[in-house]
């Protein structure tokens, strides 16, 4: 199965803060790649699919990238309502794989 | 607009089994896979599997067979999960998510997702 491996496993930051979540593939995934985020007693939200593809009605603060093992989802500018946690997901192959999770809480 | 609403959280003993259901509204149900997720208290995302919708086909990820079957009923758009000879470490929250592409093109991610029903097994 291919791991998937997210940095920083949590991070603090402030309202207005650009933001930068990794997520490493054990082999190459091409651009299968979701983000997702997650709050507290709630199901996850698609954010970005195709590694890039932002999903309709997900603010355009959000953004990612890569392709291959490395990817990276992006939140240019912090807003209250981002404090959550975001997990990275692949579909190259079976089983599909989430990553560990990132927690963005507030400093 | 698209919903999937989960059946209401269960408390089972050891042993016993449990049928969690999800039922879709919003779009054309056979049109787009449903898969399975656990998230284990205070932890991450676990895939189940999947099943097409359209066949009926399973598919389920190492650790999820034997004990768990995924199921549909297409007359009234519900997808189901049963697990069975439940044991302690099964306490989770189960959320059915579907597919975000046509089911031709299907396990993908995940577009729309139900609200989770926590399954708690203590004696």
């Known amino acids: 199965a291919i791991q998937l491996t997210q940095s920083p496993s949590s991070l603090s930051a402030s309202v207005g803060d650009r933001v930068t979540i990794t997520c490493r593939a054990s082999?190459?995934?091409?651009?299968?790649l979701a983000w997702y985020q997650q709050k507290p007693g709630k199901a996850p939200k698609l954010l970005i699919y195709d590694a890039s593809s932002l999903e309709s009605g997900v603010p355009s603060r959000f953004s990612g990238s890569g392709s291959g093992t490395d990817f990276t989802l992006t939140i240019s500018s912090l807003q209250p309502e981002d404090f959550a946690t975001y997990y990275c997901q692949q579909f190259n192959s079976y089983p599909r794989t989430f990553g560990p999770g990132t927690k963005v809480d507030i400093k | 607009q698209v919903q999937l609403v989960q059946s209401g959280s269960e408390l089972k003993k050891p042993g016993a089994s449990v049928k969690v259901s999800c039922k879709a509204s919003g779009y054309t149900f056979t049109s787009y896979a449903m898969n399975w997720v656990r998230q284990a208290p205070g932890q991450g995302l676990e895939w189940m599997g999947w099943?097409?919708?359209?066949?009926?086909?399973?598919t389920y990820a190492q650790g999820f067979t034997g004990r768990f079957v995924f199921s549909l009923d297409t007359s009234v758009s519900t997808a189901y999960l049963q697990i069975s000879s439940l044991k302690a470490e099964d306490t989770a929250v189960y959320y059915c998510a579907r597919d975000a592409f046509d089911i031709a093109v299907a396990g993908t991610c995940f577009d729309y997702w139900g609200q989770g029903t926590l399954v708690t097994v203590s004696s």
């Open positions: 099943i097409n919708t359209n066949t009926g086909n399973p």
């Open positions: 082999q190459g995934i091409s651009s299968a």
